[in-house]
């Protein structure tokens, strides 16, 4: 499935299908072609990145940047990302379109379907290690085969913390051994396909973030009670 993904995703023609009109920069969803094969994807172009002032142009550079976090820690959270720059409206991250029940966000998957809470908590802690700014509630997605991923990463990996995220229901739990194990080798290097999508700043942060995280053990809290995005959904 993977290959299939990645040679779609790499290779395949792109058709823009629509725009998606709620989201803050432009994305769109596209179909890729290859052969007889297609898939769907959301492409997001740098072209349709509105300024920020505390993150440089090029948030597709952290899309894939999180996908390679997830790949890296054997995690599977973050569908199939990578960078195109033939695509229609210049350079941009391409990410497999995930099919699901548009009605499931966090708040519901919590309260509804306790099965999930442990990827729900393991999310929490990548979104840690990503120092994700913006992870709402619309942004955790199950598939139709029952799999919880996250997506929408364009606020991730700031030097300074940023951590903002409607994912507070695990605060404080102590953190299990394997993902802990999986995050160690974190504390001494970042592996260098993801240093080189950050600047040097950014790329060393993680480190940080991970052995605070380990001398801690646990799932941080939020002690203001205002570390949260808008809207939350």
């Known amino acids: 499935m993977?290959?299939?993904?990645?040679?779609?995703?790499?290779?395949?023609?792109v058709e823009v299908v629509g725009r998606i009109v709620r989201s803050s920069n432009a994305?769109?969803?596209?179909?890729?072609?290859?052969?007889?094969?297609?898939?769907?994807?959301?492409?997001?172009?740098?072209?349709?990145?509105?300024p920020l002032f505390d993150?440089?142009?090029?948030?597709?550079?952290?899309?894939?940047?999180?996908?390679?976090?997830?790949?890296?820690?054997?995690?599977?959270?973050?569908?199939?990302t990578l960078i195109r720059e033939d695509a229609p409206l210049g350079i941009g991250s391409s990410q497999w379109f995930i099919d699901g029940d548009v009605r499931e966000h966090y708040f519901t998957l919590y309260d509804e379907v306790p099965e999930t809470h442990s990827t729900l908590a393991q999310l929490a802690l990548f979104d840690c290690i990503a120092n994700n700014a913006d992870r709402k509630g619309g942004h955790v997605l199950r598939g139709l085969d029952g799999r919880v991923w996250g997506i929408d990463h364009g606020l991730c990996f700031?030097?300074?913390?940023?951590?903002?995220?409607v994912i507070w229901e695990f605060a404080g739990d102590?953190?299990?051994k394997p993902p802990l194990e999986d995050i160690a080798s974190l504390a001494d290097s970042v592996p260098a396909e993801i240093a080189e999508l950050l600047d040097p700043a950014e790329a060393t942060a993680p480190r940080r973030r991970v052995?605070?995280?380990?001398?801690?053990?646990?799932?941080?809290?939020?002690?203001?009670?205002?570390?949260?995005?808008?809207?939350?959904?």
Request: aromatic share 12%; hydrophobic share 40%.
């Open 55 to 80: 993150f440089e142009p090029g948030l597709y550079r952290r899309e894939r940047a999180a996908f390679l976090l997830s790949e890296h820690l054997g995690w599977d959270l973050v569908p199939f």
């Open 158 to 165: 700031s030097s300074d913390f940023k951590l903002r995220t």
């Open 174 to 176: 102590p953190m299990a």
């Open 27 to 50: 994305a769109f969803v596209i179909e890729v072609s290859a052969g007889e094969d297609s898939g769907w994807a959301v492409y997001k172009p740098e072209a349709g990145e509105k």
């Open 211 to 233: 052995q605070h995280l380990l001398r801690e053990g646990t799932l941080p809290v939020d002690r203001t009670g205002m570390r949260f995005p808008w809207p939350l959904v």
């Open 2 to 13: 993977r290959a299939r993904e990645l040679t779609l995703l790499l290779e395949g023609n």
